[in-house]
């Protein structure tokens, strides 16, 4: 029984006008979370990045990139000055930028180092609940056994875990048998997340993983904004409620100062992902992807819808 759903961080596109939107036209997910919040030794957040977590937002948990502990505390301690009583760390982007320096998926390939970093972590006082957002393993699935035996030494709120490896990105199935028996080694709340894309898929999951309530979706949910209000029972997205969602999200690009051909660029990064609800209308989305000015894009979205 899902109880539980919230939307997945997604680099560039869940920044902050996105999810305030989506929750105001769409709503259905719980909670957001911020795409990761690199951290530096300077111990500041760029400006961009404050900008996604301030002011205080009781439905948002910021989630935090850094391989380093006290990068970490410190990290979790500034956002918890915001109002936050819950900080989610990064243990799952595989982009080799990232991984080379050891952070997101690339802290899952040393359990000895992860286990030192959350001794450390956990040591700190005044800090706010930690939960983290993992995948399975850095190579090979084999390898979450002792990831599991880390992950449950230490009292983290939740845990989440996209059950792949970091090898895989976000290709092939989902591993449920892994993501099991890692749940089985944790003793706090666990949260499933993986190609839920639609509630069909949401009802099999959810009957293959009895006793999971807490579900999370990304790209699922860029590509059918109304999915969390449906797998709760709601009705999907009409066709003016989709017109609403994509003219209140332009104009709260415009408001985030975002230049004219920025906004365009990432209306069309939306449709990379709602195309997929739209399999029959290849000639209407072709217009809206070479569309070059606002004009254009509308006049090909309203044809589309
Ligand atoms: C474009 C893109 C950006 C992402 N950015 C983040 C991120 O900032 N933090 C994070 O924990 N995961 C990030 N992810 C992973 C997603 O949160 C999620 O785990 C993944 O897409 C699988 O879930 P889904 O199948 O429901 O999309 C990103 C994924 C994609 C495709």
């Known amino acids: ?52 977590y301030l002011p205080y937002d009781p439905q948002l948990i910021p989630q935090v990139l850094t391989a380093n502990a006290v990068d970490f505390i410190w990290a979790a301690r500034e956002i918890a000055s915001a109002g936050y009583e819950e900080v989610n760390l990064n243990l799952g982007c595989p982009s080799p930028t990232v991984v080379t320096k050891g952070k997101g998926s690339g802290m899952l390939a040393d359990p000895e180092r992860l286990n030192a970093f959350f001794e450390e972590v956990f040591a700190a006082e005044d800090l706010p609940r930690i939960s983290v957002k993992t995948r399975i393993g850095y190579n090979d699935a084999s390898e979450s056994a002792a990831l599991g035996e880390v992950l449950g030494r230490f009292p983290f709120c939740e845990v989440i875990i996209h059950p792949r490896v970091r090898t895989d990105l ?46 999370m979706i990304g790209r699922g949910l860029v590509a059918d904004p109304a999915l969390a209000r449906e797998i709760k029972g709601g009705d999907p997205a009409t066709v003016e ?31 990379f992902y709602m ?28 044809r589309l819808l």
Request: hydrophobic content about 35%; some cysteine.
């Open 275 to 302: 195309g997929s609800r739209y399999p029959d209308r290849e000639d209407a989305l072709a217009r809206i992807r070479k569309s070059k000015d606002p004009d254009e894009y509308r006049d090909a979205v309203r």
């Open 1 to 52: 029984m899902i109880e539980h759903i919230s939307f997945a961080p997604l680099e560039g596109i869940t920044v902050a006008a996105f999810r305030h939107v989506h929750r105001d036209v769409f709503g259905g997910a719980d909670t957001y979370y911020t795409p990761f919040l690199a951290t530096n030794q300077h111990h500041h957040f760029k400006h961009r990045d404050e900008r996604e």
């Open 170 to 215: 976000y290709k092939g199935t989902p591993n449920l048998e892994a993501f099991r028996a890692m749940a089985a080694q944790l003793t706090c709340p666990v949260c499933y997340n993986g190609d839920i894309c639609t509630p069909e898929d949401a009802a099999r999951v959810s009957k293959e993983l009895p006793g999971v309530s807490r579900f």
């Open 241 to 271: 409620e989709m017109q609403t969602y994509l003219d209140a999200m332009w104009d709260a690009y415009r408001e985030a100062n975002f230049a004219e051909k920025d906004i365009l660029f990432k209306m069309k990064e939306l449709w």
